[in-house]
């Protein structure tokens, strides 16, 4: 199973920016999907996820009301929109597909079985 992340990159605080992150090898409609992300010295995470067939999502606090998840099962592809982005936001993305199939929305990355290589976004002031 692979999982590739793309859309990291530099941005102000106040801008958008669209994380997407391409899933092979498994059949991706049948499990939920997450983001994570990390910062040196902390704990990777939960960000968002999305249940298998896109109707479910749910949003860490921190972000809730300013990203999005979505998926496109016919593209196998998870996409993580973010708006408003804060400084705080600044940290290395990883999505992350769940190990078992079913539609509950993990939050605890030890759910996840396979992970992308990251991509990182930073928030200037």
């Known amino acids: 199973v692979q999982l590739q992340a793309s859309g990291g990159g530099l941005v102000q605080a106040g801008g958008s920016l669209r994380l997407s992150c391409a899933v092979s090898?498994?059949?991706?409609?049948?499990?939920?999907m997450g983001w994570f992300r990390e910062t040196p010295g902390k704990e990777r995470e939960f960000v968002s996820g999305?249940?298998?067939?896109?109707?479910?999502?749910y949003h860490a606090d921190s972000v809730k009301g300013r990203f999005t998840i979505s998926r496109d099962n016919a593209k196998n592809t998870v996409y993580l929109q973010m708006n408003s982005l804060k400084v705080e936001d600044t940290a290395v993305y990883y999505c992350?597909?769940?190990?078992?199939?079913?539609?509950?929305?993990?939050?605890?990355?030890?759910?996840?079985?396979?992970w992308g290589q990251g991509t990182l976004v930073t928030v200037s002031s």
């Open positions: 992350a597909m769940r190990r078992s199939d079913g539609f509950a929305i993990a939050t605890l990355k030890s759910y996840y079985a396979y």
């Open positions: 090898g498994r059949t991706f409609s049948s499990y939920v």
């Open positions: 999305v249940s298998p067939d896109g109707s479910d999502t």
